[in-house]
């Protein structure tokens, strides 16, 4: 069977005895008896061995502090093995000794003695792991791995992979079921000499040689759980990323994060190698698994730079070709942007700012660039994502005018601002874009006619909106009058229908309450799409409880004035939302347009309009040739009715909608403040609904009547409603008028509502809206609308 897995631990996970001990209790936990392990020096010893030779340069007295690491690495040795282990490598280690005496010694020396010099951590480690291993009864060998890794020598040593991967295939056909511990940071020449991989070298040595073996995973073990979308030092809400693709990993890696290094990730492209990012220090906690390609983009990482080198430069040249030769020369910038009078810029990491420099020099003559400067009081910050435009919105709306404009590329977004702005805005960037997206939660309530159309709306357009609003708006109940369905894992409205019909269960108002409590979201939104006046009169109880409402019914809005202030004052104590647009013209922007108009500066004036689809429908169609009744009952055999055509007939539907209209301006009237005049004769009114329609007939000479008085002036008989408050003096009815034939209440699509509004900015040519003002598509919709804003208001807090 292949090798599938490869350990690489750095020299904070080996920094003393019980580090040695925990890595090996890992590799024989958590892998198989052919793992391959790649090690750093432990803990500080490299730094020890560049300080030794510093020292030695400088002709100081390096005795003292070379003693002071063998001491260390003895007492690793004593504290970790057997005697015969320990005598071992104790003999092993005064003969490095000696030779490190020897280099040190020298008055000069070349490069590859004072690599020889640094390798040494490298080594011990990987002979002290693989006793350890053995100590604890498994087979186990140390490679050195300038034995396996050839390089041709340059500023960083360049792998000759098709002769390194043959010496690596090799060596594992001569150590079948054996653990290989193998030396990181290091490799050798085509002469055998020492060279060194330069920083972060031995997870560089970890992924290569993972690479070169045909390994399937690659894991880095260090002292952190793994990749976070934010600096955790730095972001409190930090969360550890599950997995992100190899593609991301890389851009992070490039825009400077601490735990990810771009040339570590180099060899794993092209290969089917995933890395696990995981810590030594907690082994069984999740980690973040770095996968070769990914369907589907990881969440966002937020990223920052304290300081950048930033390059202002004059180009005669072409763009394109100069932001190809950079990256050919290694030096490809973080991000660029066209600057003012045709100057680019250019991002560096500081480190590489004298590299960029010589470059960009070089390239000067060809393409025409002059005017070179650099600038170094900004930093960075960045977002990482496959999917980095859906963010962009929310990530520029941040930035403030000192910022440099988005750089967008297809896997990052990326701004400069002064060094001062850098956490603060990583801060902001992380919480709209990659903190935990807020959750709002929908309840439905009412699950008849105008619910269904509503579900089957929100099915279709929840996902855009909550891209839309980088949220997560979820339907989590669904309440009828007699049988209630609460989920805090969601309802899928593509299916609500069965999961109702099996699992939704009786329910009162006390139970109900504590259910909505229980529900896990951030925020909460009610939509009462019933006509219950009970359940008004629970609306207190849901604002007590922090929960948001979308009405369509419309009997809160035009209830007891009394009741409509405690419902406002309620709103206004505890920073919640109320909307009922959909109570009043359904889908028509009625109260979108008075709110407009008082927000302009406008005052309103006048409203007026007919407000019932049914009684615009039989006074468009009552022209006389026809008895008033034959018509009513038409209009109930088509459903256009109510079951009782008085409910329409009263004009107390339409009472309530003037109400409503007439607080929303400002006026704090009652329902017995608006005078109506209903075509039902008091003694047909208190019927019983069958004794009505055997009677109906009695409405039809009074209606005829009034039809021909219309007339004989001249006029149009319809029924309205009009409210004016001109001159400070209110008046408002509800009833039959006489209009002008070519009034806007005059001539209207059968069904439609119009709604008339005369205003100081609107007088001789007042603002009309018309369309259907009901339907149960048009009422969900602006149920659905009513939702949105209140969405949009509660992420914009």
């Given at each position: 069977m292949a090798r599938c897995h490869l350990h690489k631990f750095g020299g904070s996970s080996l920094a003393d005895a019980d580090c040695y001990r925990r890595v090996a209790h890992i590799l024989l936990t958590q892998g198989r008896s052919d793992d391959l392990v790649v090690v750093s020096a432990a803990g500080k010893s490299t730094n020890f061995l560049y300080r030794l030779l510093e020292l030695s340069d400088k002709g100081a007295l390096w005795q003292e502090e070379l003693q002071q690491l063998m001491a260390y690495q003895q007492q690793l040795i004593e504290q970790l093995l057997s005697a015969e282990q320990a005598r071992?490598?104790?003999?092993?280690?005064?003969?490095?000794k000696a030779q490190l005496q020897t280099l040190l010694a020298l008055g000069e020396r070349n490069d590859y003695q004072?690599?020889?010099?640094?390798?040494?951590?490298?080594?011990?480690?990987?002979?002290?792991?693989?006793?350890?291993?053995?100590?604890?009864?498994?087979?186990?060998?140390?490679?050195?791995a300038c034995s396996i890794l050839v390089a041709d020598e340059g500023a960083v040593p360049q792998i000759r992979t098709a002769e390194s991967r043959a010496k690596v295939q090799?060596?594992?056909?001569?150590?079948?079921?054996?653990?290989?511990?193998?030396?990181?940071?290091?490799?050798?020449?085509?002469?055998?000499?020492?060279?060194?991989?330069?920083r972060n070298g031995s997870d560089f040595s970890a992924t290569l040689i993972a690479s070169l073996a045909d390994i399937d995973r690659v894991t880095i073990w260090t002292d952190v759980e793994g990749v976070f979308n934010a600096d955790p030092n730095k972001i409190n809400d930090a969360k550890l990323l599950a997995s992100m693709s190899l593609a991301e990993a890389d851009r992070l890696a490039r825009l400077g994060s601490p735990v990810l290094h771009s040339r570590t990730l180099q060899p794993l492209f092209d290969t089917r190698v995933s890395m696990a990012v995981r810590s030594s220090y907690a082994p069984h906690t999740a980690f973040t698994l770095v996968a070769p390609s990914s369907s589907r983009a990881s969440a966002p990482v937020v990223t920052n730079l304290n300081e950048v080198a930033c390059f202002s430069l004059t180009l005669g040249g072409d763009c394109d070709t100069l932001l190809s030769q950079l990256a050919e020369a290694g030096v490809a910038p973080l991000a660029w942007w066209p600057a003012a009078n045709g100057r680019l810029e250019l991002a560096y990491m500081p480190e590489l700012q004298r590299q960029a420099l010589n470059q960009l020099n070089a390239l000067a003559p060809e393409l025409e660039i002059s005017d070179i400067s650099v600038a170094t009081d900004l930093g960075l910050v960045a977002l990482v994502s496959a999917d980095a435009h859906l963010y962009r919105r929310g990530?520029?709306?941040?930035?403030?005018?000192?910022?440099?404009?988005?750089?967008?590329?297809?896997?990052?977004?990326?701004?400069?601002?002064?060094?001062?702005?850098?956490t603060l805005l990583t801060q902001k960037v992380h919480r709209r874009c990659a903190g935990p997206r807020k959750r709002i939660g929908v309840v439905l309530l009412g699950v008849g006619n105008i619910g269904e159309a509503w579900l089957d709306l929100f099915r279709r357009a929840a996902t855009s909106l909550g891209r839309e609003l980088e949220a997560s708006i979820e339907l989590l109940g669904l309440v009828s009058s007699?049988?209630?369905?609460?989920?805090?894992?969601?309802?899928?409205?593509?299916?609500?229908?069965?999961?109702?019909?099996?699992?939704?269960?009786?329910?009162d108002y006390p139970s109900l309450f504590q259910q909505l409590e229980a529900l896990e979201c951030d925020e909460l939104v009610a939509l009462d799409i019933s006509a219950s006046a009970t359940l008004t009169l629970q609306y207190p109880e849901l604002f007590a409880r922090g929960i948001h409402l979308v009405s369509a019914n419309k009997l809160a809005g035009s209830g007891p004035l009394p009741f409509y202030r405690e419902l406002k004052q309620q709103l206004g104590n505890r920073r919640l939302y109320w909307r009922y647009n959909a109570s009043c013209g359904a889908g028509l922007p009625?109260?979108?347009?008075?709110?407009?108009?008082?927000?302009?500066?406008d005052t309103v004036e006048a409203v007026g309009g007919v407000f019932s689809g049914t009684l615009c429908w039989l006074f468009e169609h009552y022209d006389g040739s026809r008895p008033f009744s034959e018509l009513v009952l038409e209009?109930?055999?088509?459903?256009?009715?109510?079951?009782?055509?008085?409910?329409?007939?009263?004009?107390?539907?339409?009472?309530?909608?003037?109400?409503?209209?007439?607080?929303?301006?400002?006026?704090?009237?009652?329902?017995?403040?608006?005078?109506?005049?209903?075509?039902?004769?008091?003694?047909?009114?208190?019927?019983?609904?069958?004794?009505?329609?055997?009677?109906?007939?009695?409405?039809?000479?009074?209606?005829?009547?009034?039809?021909?008085?219309?007339?004989?002036?001249?006029?149009?008989?319809?029924?309205?409603?009009?409210?004016?408050?001109?001159?400070?003096?209110?008046?408002?009815?509800?009833?039959?008028?006489?209009?002008?034939?070519e009034h806007p209440w005059a001539n209207l699509t059968p069904g439609d509502n119009v709604f008339v509004i005369r205003s100081a900015f609107y007088q001789g040519n007042p603002l009309i809206i018309r369309g259907p003002g009901a339907g149960r598509e048009v009422t969900a919709a602006a149920v659905q609308s009513d939702l949105a804003q209140i969405c949009h208001e509660l992420l914009q807090e």
């Open positions: 071992h490598l104790r003999e092993r280690l005064a003969t490095d004072v690599n020889q010099v640094v390798s040494f951590g490298e080594r011990w480690s990987a002979r002290l792991m693989a006793a350890l291993l053995r100590e604890s009864g498994v087979a186990a060998s140390h490679v050195d090799a060596l594992l056909a001569e150590h079948p079921d054996e653990r290989l511990v193998i030396t990181g940071f290091i490799c050798a020449n085509s002469r055998g000499d020492t060279l060194l991989l330069g990530f520029a709306r941040l930035l403030s005018r000192e910022a440099r404009p988005l750089y967008q590329d297809g896997l990052s977004l990326v701004t400069l601002v002064p060094k001062n702005q850098v007699g049988k209630a369905l609460l989920d805090s894992q969601g309802i899928d409205a593509g299916n609500w229908r069965d999961r109702f019909a099996v699992e939704a269960h009786d329910w009625v109260q979108h347009a008075l709110n407009d108009l008082h927000n302009s500066g209009a109930k055999t088509l459903g256009i009715t109510e079951p009782d055509p008085r409910d329409d007939l009263s004009g107390r539907d339409m009472q309530r909608k003037l109400l409503i209209l007439a607080r929303e301006i400002g006026l704090e009237l009652e329902l017995d403040d608006i005078e109506v005049e209903s075509p039902v004769p008091e003694a047909l009114a208190a019927l019983p609904l069958s004794d009505f329609l055997g009677r109906i007939s009695e409405l039809d000479a009074p209606m005829l009547a009034a039809l021909n008085a219309a007339r004989d002036n001249g006029k149009v008989l319809r029924y309205v409603a009009a409210l004016d408050r001109a001159g400070g003096r209110v008046s408002a009815k509800v009833g039959l008028s006489w209009v002008e034939p």
